[in-house]
């Protein structure tokens, strides 16, 4: 069909995506209600997040009144190079131009040895790389290829981690409230984080494959203790084991260098995961990055080509936006961008850890940041914090959070259920006005919350209300 062909199809009754969203639009709350996840506009009205972005670019959305609000969540990650990047763009509308022969199943398009070339030349101690269609899937496969190339069954975790919400990943996520109902999963055994007496005595019964761990943990931004990658790395090789970071959120320069066990010296892990900012926030990609000896040993013969594959696994126009992705990476110098930013927000936030006492700790890695909130010393602050932690854990960071966004237009969110700590993860783009803006917009937060009568409190109150319904 021809350009003009497909635009008289289009008036005389074809698909017009713009015309659709013009027509339904308005809509979007009450289909997510019917049809998808009826919790999630419920929860989006309770807290006040129901708003209705039109377009966004970089580190920003703009409303229909033309509101601007900044993103320091970047959809959990994905968003590293920004939204709407014009070098990713401009990439999958190259590679949809090019109407390649994609997915033909046999033979050996040129894009996923591109970028696998790519992402490998970042950690020359790896080799090659699967490629699949997110983080849970990539975890999947380095559950997999462990288990395989070791001929063990058993995978530790640390508590806390998350890793993923399919089975195999679920099996080594830290979060009880995750796993619930779900069971029986894989054979697994949670170990602390930083306890490698606790690793060594799981380690000693002789059946581990491997140890998973986030170098730092999503869930509440806590960080590997120094020398713990190295020291874990050493004691599981000791004993046949293998190491597997998973970099999903920490990886592609997220933490200030381009992957977070790279801050430690040593550190070579047997399999990488990677997702999330690969994907430009267009074409959902996770790559599973492994030393040789590992993929030869799952794909061990002819007869053992398709033993591990994914349906969109290296797609060309996935491929095309991880190989835009690190282009940007690489010539808009974005991981040197997030050690320095990274660096001065941590630095203007923890110079008001000393002024108010409800803020507890600033901790993390580059634009990876946590900000936590604890039990304030004085009386009258103290009750109010008792009363919201009686009812339930997480309720004063979400009473910061709402008003971040309502009053100063600004998207966080915390790092998890039940934790009093926000996170920060801002797209990679963001600059020296956006940290600024978010830490005034903070310390107008904190203010309202230390005067003990101010609006923080009130929105608190019905916080309050929703947790002891549903107790």
């Not at 999947?140 to 975790?157: D, I, Q, S």
């Amino acid at each position: 069909m021809t350009a003009a062909e497909a635009e008289d199809a289009t008036g005389a009754g074809g698909f017009d995506l713009g015309r659709l969203l013009a027509e339904r639009g308005a809509e979007r709350y009450d289909l997510h209600a019917r049809h998808l996840n009826h919790q999630l506009p419920r929860m989006l009205h309770t807290i006040g997040f129901d708003k209705v972005y039109e377009r966004a670019e970089g580190a920003h959305f703009w409303d229909a009144d033309g509101n601007d609000y900044l993103d320091m969540l970047a959809g959990f990650g994905v968003m590293g190079v920004g939204r709407h990047h014009p070098v990713v763009r401009k990439a999958l509308h190259d590679v949809l131009d090019a109407s390649l022969a994609d997915l033909t199943r046999f033979d050996c398009p040129p894009l996923p040895g591109l970028l696998a070339e790519r992402l490998l030349a970042h950690s020359p101690y790896l080799d090659r790389v699967f490629f699949g269609s997110s983080g849970t899937e990539a975890v999947e496969t380095a559950l997999k290829f462990a288990r395989y190339a070791t001929g063990r069954p058993r995978v530790l975790y640390c508590e806390h981690a998350f890793h993923g919400l399919t089975t195999g990943s679920l099996s080594v996520n830290g979060e009880p409230a995750f796993r619930d109902g779900f069971a029986p999963l894989l054979p697994d055994t949670a170990v602390p984080l930083g306890d490698l007496d606790a690793l060594a005595r799981e380690l000693r019964k002789g059946d581990v494959a491997a140890l998973i761990v986030e170098p730092i943990q999503g869930k509440g931004v806590h960080g590997a203790p120094p020398g713990y990658l190295r020291a874990a790395q050493d004691l599981l090789h000791g004993h046949g084991a293998l190491l597997i970071a998973d970099e999903v959120q920490t990886g592609l320069g997220r933490t200030g260098d381009f992957y977070a066990h790279q801050h430690e010296a040593g550190v070579e892990p047997d399999l990488v995961c990677v997702a999330k900012a690969l994907s430009g926030g267009y074409v959902p990609v996770g790559a599973t990055l492994g030393k040789d000896w590992i993929f030869k040993k799952v794909y061990s013969s002819m007869d053992r080509v398709l033993v591990h594959s994914a349906s969109f696994g290296g797609g060309a126009q996935a491929m095309a936006a991880g190989l835009a992705v690190l282009s940007v990476l690489e010539n808009e110098r974005l991981v040197e961008r997030a050690r320095a930013m990274g660096e001065r927000l941590a630095s203007r936030l923890s110079a008001l850890t000393g002024k108010y006492e409800l803020l507890a700790d600033v901790r993390g890695r580059g634009l990876m940041i946590g900000i936590e909130f604890g039990r304030p010393a004085s009386l009258g602050l103290r009750s109010r914090w008792s009363v919201l932690q009686a009812a339930r854990k997480g309720l004063f960071a979400q009473m910061v959070v709402v008003p971040l966004l309502r009053r100063h237009r600004i998207l966080t969110q915390v790092s998890g259920d039940r934790l009093e700590v926000i996170k920060l993860i801002p797209p990679l783009v963001v600059d020296e006005a956006d940290v600024d803006r978010f830490v005034d917009a903070f310390t107008e937060v904190m203010d309202d919350a230390h005067s003990g009568s101010g609006l923080l409190w009130d929105f608190g109150r019905t916080l309050l209300k929703q947790a002891v319904a549903h107790r």
